[in-house]
């Protein structure tokens, strides 16, 4: 158990950041729709994180490699917690929209650098483990930072709200100032030759290790094209199917039990799951729940998928953050998660904007159906390469590393 105390350590400390995210995100929802009252401003508060991630992933994993990991979490966690505490007091939306701009910034910053971090503090035969005790964190913020932000907005304003939000991640920081530090890479200067020699360095990781890339490549894009389908999700159900907004409420909810039940048996067997069903598995049975939902024609069976979904999130995003914190090397993680997540942000933009737009030209279920049967094929090409016997080496969780 005394192994394990820093990781719990730092388990708390990126938990009540997650649980405070999802407390400000209903606040923050709340407080821009009161002063504007206006569906399209709301619309535009989730532009703002593709938006800077696209702006900053692309060299900020330049920097997290080569500095303190442990103090970039505590100082992006901490300028979010002082930008926080600005919005409810000011009324302008342009500053509003700036200050969300920033929080985003310094998330594009802190998720890297948590990553990196992570791949230090934990042993490679413990990271299935910690990474399946993560995704439960994680489930349980989804469902109680809601049903906290909803007691709270009942309690006390929005405005209030968000500076409760603040505090929280003021005890974040706290708690990750007991966490050990460890020595990075120095370098003299940032420049633009720095840059461009990392850019090279992924370049050449990218070469020599094509498989590592392909099932990159392959998870990203399940990733693009399932949060594509999440951004019609309520115009799918309400006006599709011809559900109210109460029963839409009433799925995500669902979503969420699943995605915590999902993620209290994953916790429970993480010794026993091989890391080749987590990926593999895990999402083809997710693709499964969007083929159900994309189909469904009824609460029941939109329910049915969306459990599905949640269940099996929990396995896939434990599986590929294992991998691929076992086989990219620690000195690299921050520059390859940042070029690829920009990418993944540039490529999220367009696929939402498109699915939008080819919903305006045909009907939407035909849109959803199209992107689902496409994950699923996708999904299945992805098995089929996790479970090759050639490529086992990939995925031994022993202390050593992959040396084809």
Do not use: H
């Amino acid at each position: 158990m005394t192994k394990w105390k820093m990781p719990l350590l730092l388990l708390s400390g990126v938990g009540i950041s997650r649980l405070g995210d999802f407390i400000y995100l209903i606040a923050i929802n709340v407080l821009i729709l009161k002063l504007t009252n206006s569906p399209a401003a709301v619309a535009g508060l989730w532009i703002m994180g593709p938006l800077a991630a696209l702006l900053t992933k692309f060299w900020a994993g330049t920097l997290i490699d080569r500095l303190d990991q442990k103090k970039m979490m505590i100082y992006t966690v901490l300028f979010r917690a002082c930008i926080m505490a600005i919005i409810p007091l000011v009324s302008s939306i342009p500053v509003i929209y700036g200050c969300l701009f920033l929080l985003s910034v310094a998330k594009a910053f802190f998720d890297p650098a948590s990553v990196t971090y992570i791949t230090k503090l934990i042993p490679k035969e413990d990271r299935r483990a910690y990474n399946s005790y993560s995704s439960l964190v994680v489930a349980g913020a989804f469902i109680v930072g809601p049903a906290i932000a909803g007691a709270l907005l009942v309690i006390i304003s929005a405005g209030a709200t968000i500076w409760l939000t603040a505090a929280a991640f003021l005890v974040s920081v706290v708690i990750m100032l007991f966490l050990p530090g460890y020595t990075s890479e120095r370098t003299t200067a940032f420049n633009w030759a720095t840059f461009k020699n990392d850019w090279k360095a992924v370049y050449q990781f990218s070469r020599s290790f094509p498989y590592i890339l392909m099932i990159i490549v392959l998870i990203y894009m399940l990733m693009v094209i399932s949060i594509g389908m999440d951004a019609q999700e309520v115009v799918f159900i309400q006006q599709t199917l011809g559900l109210s907004e109460s029963d839409y409420g009433l799925l995500v909810s669902i979503t969420g039990i699943g995605s915590i039940v999902g993620a209290l048996i994953l916790s429970a067997l993480s010794k026993k799951l091989s890391l080749r069903f987590l990926i593999g598995m895990g999402f083809m049975l997710t693709a499964v729940g969007y083929l159900i939902y994309a189909f469904s024609f009824s609460f029941w069976s939109v329910a049915a998928g969306f459990i599905i979904i949640g269940f099996f999130n929990s396995f896939s995003n434990a599986g590929f953050m294992t991998f691929f914190q076992n086989n990219v090397p620690g000195d690299m993680i921050g520059r390859i998660y940042g070029i690829f997540g920009t990418l993944q942000s540039a490529c999220q933009i367009m696929f939402i904007l498109l699915i939008g737009f080819t919903g305006e030209i045909i009907p939407l279920r035909y849109t959803i159906i199209s992107a689902s049967l496409i994950t699923f094929i996708i999904s299945l090409v992805l098995l089929v390469m996790v479970m090759r016997s050639s490529r086992k080496a990939y995925y031994v969780e022993a202390t050593q590393q992959v040396n084809a």
